[in-house]
């Protein structure tokens, strides 16, 4: 076993990494990109603001994934932080059925700098990056960007939750 693989509290098992992060609560949000004039998307989870000054941010990507050649290729990518209205666009931008050139065919969205990636125009926020470095880290590459465009909503909505592997929303009642 690797001796520096985590151990639970009493010590006799290994923990589930993955089973662990589960229990995060985490908002979700489509990343795209445009490479070579086609647009590529996932949805994702793991955008993390860096730096407010300068404004920087990360997102991790698979290793071996389409996502990661293309954005990789277009060193620039947009975060769209989803509405929890959103699922039907959360399922379909994780699902490995999608095809290569249909990733937002119907969802509207606009171009916007650098490097014309889109931005859905649904989003709760948007926010677009040029690529400054790239980490290779593990099974994912970590890409880090510069901002460059901010798109604020012109209301106020909750966003889309991801928890216990399944989308969630903010309970309004709760206290
Ligand atoms: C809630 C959720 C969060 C995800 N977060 C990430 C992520 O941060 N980075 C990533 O590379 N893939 C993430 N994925 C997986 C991608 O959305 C997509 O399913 C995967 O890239 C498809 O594999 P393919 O590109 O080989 O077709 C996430 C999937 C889900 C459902």
Avoid at 14 to 27: E, G, K, N, Q, R
Avoid at 38 to 60: E, G, K, M, N, R
Avoid at 63 to 85: H, K, P, Y
């Amino acid at each position: 076993m690797d001796a520096e693989y985590p151990l639970d509290r009493s010590g006799q098992q290994s923990l589930d990494f993955h089973a662990v992060l589960t229990h995060i609560a985490s908002s979700v949000m489509v990343i795209a990109t445009c490479s070579e004039g086609v647009d590529h998307t996932i949805t994702a989870t793991t955008f993390t603001p860096v730096s407010f000054s300068p404004p920087l941010a990360l997102i991790c990507v698979r290793i071996g994934s389409q996502f990661e050649t293309a954005v990789r290729n277009a060193r620039a990518w947009s975060v769209s932080v989803l509405r929890e209205a959103d699922v039907a666009i959360a399922e379909r931008s994780s699902a490995r059925s999608r095809t290569k050139t249909d990733h937002l065919d119907g969802i509207p969205h606009s171009r916007c700098r650098p490097g014309n990636v889109p931005v859905l125009d649904s989003a709760l926020v948007g926010m677009t990056f040029r690529t400054t470095a790239e980490y290779a880290a593990g099974d994912h590459m970590i890409v880090l960007g510069h901002l460059v465009e901010l798109h604020l909503p012109s209301d106020r909505d909750f966003p889309l939750l991801r928890f216990h592997q399944t989308y969630s929303v903010i309970d309004r009642s709760a206290p």
